[in-house]
């Protein structure tokens, strides 16, 4: 059974504070993926990964680092948190792309920025 | 610029009805596209997938229908459940052997017992 954890479930931070969200899969993929859902923006991709070591760009970066130090672990790091950064994060893990690719959904982190 | 578009935002059926959920899309060269299903509180999951060089997937009571002319798809569930009641979000992928999905931003279906 696919398993993709994350830690912690709800955070608050206030701003310009750092905050660290957590994501862990037992998948062994080598893809691990970010996003944020927002109300009316669906999923919105912001960092992912093709294994240890290697973190990239997606489609909303900034703001945002990862780190990927290992096959299993994957982090969202926001250094100077801001109200805008508000959402629920989603961590995922897939195998290589193509037709039936999949990706494997943890349960989410909602963050709030006071 | 949305390169998926999912409509409508929000759809309640009655159980028993057929409902009907619609995506399309811009870039031709997207040749996957997997529909996921999001229950309150948890995170997405693959509720069935179609390819470019397929019109037609079922799976039980969830059929998608692909019209790569019009670059239309929809996702039909039929016998509508209460337990069908979740946000469905229809995704794109760009190329064969790509690893990245673009996600709609959704459609909310009730379905009333």
């Known amino acids: 059974e696919a398993a993709v954890t994350q830690s912690p479930r709800n955070k608050v931070a206030v701003t310009g504070g750092k905050v660290t969200l957590s994501c862990n899969q037992t998948?062994?993929?080598?893809?691990m993926y970010w996003y944020r859902q927002d109300t009316g923006h669906g999923l919105r991709l912001i960092h992912y990964?093709?294994?240890?070591?290697?973190?990239e760009k997606g489609d909303i970066p900034d703001g945002y680092k990862a780190s990927r130090p290992s096959q299993e672990n994957f982090s969202l790091i926001l250094e100077l948190a801001t109200p805008s950064q508000t959402s629920v994060y989603f961590c995922?893990?897939?195998?290589?792309?193509?037709?039936?690719?999949?990706?494997?959904f943890g349960p989410g982190t909602r963050l709030t920025v006071l | 610029q949305q390169q998926v578009r999912q409509s409508p935002q929000s759809l309640t059926v009655w159980e028993g009805e057929t409902a009907i959920l619609n995506c399309s899309y811009e870039?031709?060269?997207?040749?996957?596209f997997p529909w996921y299903q999001q229950f309150p509180g948890e995170g997405p999951a693959l509720l069935i997938s179609?390819?470019?060089?397929?019109d037609k997937k079922e799976d039980g009571r969830f059929t998608i229908f692909f019209n790569k002319r019009e670059k239309k798809l929809s996702l039909h569930i039929t016998d509508s459940q209460p337990g069908d009641s979740a946000t469905y979000f229809c995704?794109?992928?760009?190329?064969?052997?790509?690893?990245?999905?673009?996600f709609g931003s959704g459609t909310q279906l009730t379905v009333m017992p």
């Open positions: 998948n062994n993929h080598n893809n």
């Open positions: 995922a893990s897939g195998d290589e792309g193509g037709v039936d690719a999949e990706q494997f």
């Open positions: 990964s093709y294994g240890a070591g290697s973190t």
């Open positions: 870039d031709s060269t997207f040749n996957y």
């Open positions: 179609i390819s470019s060089v397929s």
């Open positions: 995704a794109a992928s760009p190329s064969s052997g790509s690893w990245q999905l673009i």
